[in-house]
Nanobody, 120 residues
Framework: QVQLVESGGGLVQAGGSLRLSCVAS????????MAWYRQAPGKKRELVAT???????NYADSVKGRFTISRDNAKNTVFLQMNSLKPEDTDVYYC??????????????WGQGTQVTVSS
């Protein structure tokens, strides 16, 4: 089992910045892709950004140019630097990690979520 623990959420004014962190621990084989998702109450969880083990990134159109995803493979940690925050970025942010048990067996894990609130 792999545990993901997020931190860094909070309350910030519009235009401000926050940095989220997520650390993977436990019985890890090899963390493959890592990602950040977000979800508002009653809405579908949506992808914010992904990063491969080699550092290739992908972003939702709504956050391009404002958010940056990065990772530290040695520490099994992924970060999300969020700049120029908007009230519509208010959500619970979830970390996701794919553990490669074998090349044919990939297991996904979720963190517990961290609240980000942007005031106008």
């Amino acid at each position: 089992q792999v545990q993901l623990v997020e931190s860094g959420g909070g309350l910030v004014q519009a235009g401000g910045s926050l940095r989220l962190s997520c650390v993977a621990s436990g019985s890890i084989f090899s963390i493959n892709d890592m990602a950040w998702y977000r979800q508002a109450p009653g809405k579908k969880r949506e992808l914010v950004a992904t990063i491969t083990r080699g550092g290739r990134t992908n972003y939702a159109d709504s956050v391009k140019g404002r958010f940056t995803i990065s990772r530290d493979n040695a520490k099994n940690t992924v970060f999300l630097q969020m700049n120029s925050l908007k009230p519509e970025d208010t959500d619970v942010y979830y970390c996701n990690a794919i553990d490669e048990v074998t090349p044919l067996e990939l297991v996904g894990y979720w963190g517990q979520g961290t609240q980000v609130t942007v005031s106008s």
